[in-house]
């Protein structure tokens, strides 16, 4: 299984290469056009299963928490910046408009 929460094409293509046949990708990032154009032949070549952000269901929700609290998922990890809410519009233009940076998951503190 590959979890992508990038949204860029080329992420998502080489970590597909990385599944097995018949393996699962689960898309959580944000995929604006071209990347939401994703069903290609190298998807459907190794029958792949992909999930989609289409909405949540209880039982995996409260299987999400569960493994959270045992250890197994480590959401902590997908955090690479910690912003203040003052400072979002320039984080906005520098992070994503410009690249100035890489970055996985941003939090705005709200103090």
Same mark, same amino acid.
């Given at each position: 299984?590959?979890? $992508?929460?990038?949204?860029? =094409? /080329?992420?998502?293509?080489?970590?597909?290469?990385?599944? #097995?046949?018949?393996?699962?990708?689960?898309?959580?990032?944000?995929?604006?056009?071209?990347?939401?154009?994703?069903?290609? $032949?190298?998807?459907?070549? =190794? /029958?792949?299963t992909w999930y989609g952000t289409g909405?949540? #269901?209880r039982h995996r929700l409260l299987g999400a928490l569960a493994?959270?609290?045992?250890?197994q998922l480590k959401p902590e990890a997908l955090v690479t910046h910690q912003i203040p809410v003052t400072e979002a519009p320039q984080a906005y233009r520098e992070l994503l408009l410009e690249k100035s940076e890489?970055?996985?998951?941003v939090v705005f503190a709200w103090e």
């Open positions: 299984m590959i979890v $992508d929460t990038t949204g860029a =094409r /080329e992420t998502i293509q080489r970590a597909s290469g990385l599944l #097995r046949h018949n393996g699962h990708l689960v898309l959580l990032g944000w995929y604006p056009e071209p990347e939401n154009q994703l069903l290609e $032949d190298w998807l459907h070549r =190794r /029958e792949v909405g949540w #269901r493994s959270i609290a045992a250890g890489d970055f996985l998951g």
